[in-house]
């Protein structure tokens, strides 16, 4: 395993530690996963947009991390690694409010639109010039965990002339009624695949709302061009550990399963 690691480690570069968000007014750390061999290649990737980036692959993440690097090595191994991710570090004390489609009772200046504006306005294009990749609708995802997961579900019904790949961990529903709306309203723009996990040991709602959501998105599979799969650990908490033991699989489905 370590030689695997060693031989199929992506190349992590850091895009900026204080990338410009001119929407919020504010800085972050933006970190790019390219394949191990992105510079001995001319082949151009399908991207994933990742957020709450310091909980992907930081030895240091004070809640774990999802361990992103090592499960991309290992599908690099098994020749499934053609895929760039770009990871978004967190607001810290912001982070609630940046993640926030919608207002609740206690976070009323919500800034989740402004939020995907910066990266469909700024970052995807800046991402589509540096580096090597398909910047079509098609092969463009987003995904995260908790309110990571609740904005980009909000993302592929929002935007869905953007993101055809939505990799959407433990989403945060009991946000807004809203939602539900969104997605009962649906209708595909193209080709969308979801990736929709809830784990058995979060909160006592929590498994219920994503079914919920579930339900309501298996009604697309009317659509041709719509697929969903409903993944569900029974002893999965609301932890990192869990989303990093389903990225790999979402990762394989989304990305390369389904071609």
Known sequence: MELVQKLYHPRIEILAED????????????????????????????????????????EYAPYGNWGVDKSLAKLAAQNMGDVIIVAIDH??????????????SKYTDVQGELYLKFVMEDLKPKIDKKYRVLPQREFT????????????????FQFKHIFSKL????????????????AKNFIPYGKTDIYLYAGGMESPNHYGNVLRM??????????????????HNPDGEHREIHWGEQFPKALKWLYFSKY
């Open 167 to 182: 990799m959407i961990f433990s989403p945060s529903l009991w946000v807004s009624e809203e939602i539900y709306h969104m």
């Open 91 to 104: 607001g810290g004390k912001l982070r609630i409010q940046e993640l926030l489609p919608y207002p609740t």
């Open 19 to 58: 990338y410009e968000i001119p929407q919020l007014g504010r800085k972050r750390r933006i970190s790019v996963l390219l394949p191990y061999d992105y510079y001995e290649t001319r082949k151009s990737y399908p991207v994933l947009y990742l957020h709450d980036g310091q909980n992907l692959f930081d």
């Open 214 to 231: 579930e339900n309501l998105l298996q009604e697309k599979r009317k659509y041709d061009d719509f697929d969903i799969i409903f993944a």
């Open 141 to 156: 995802g987003i995904g995260g965990s908790s309110l990571g997961g609740l904005i980009s579900l909000y993302a592929g």
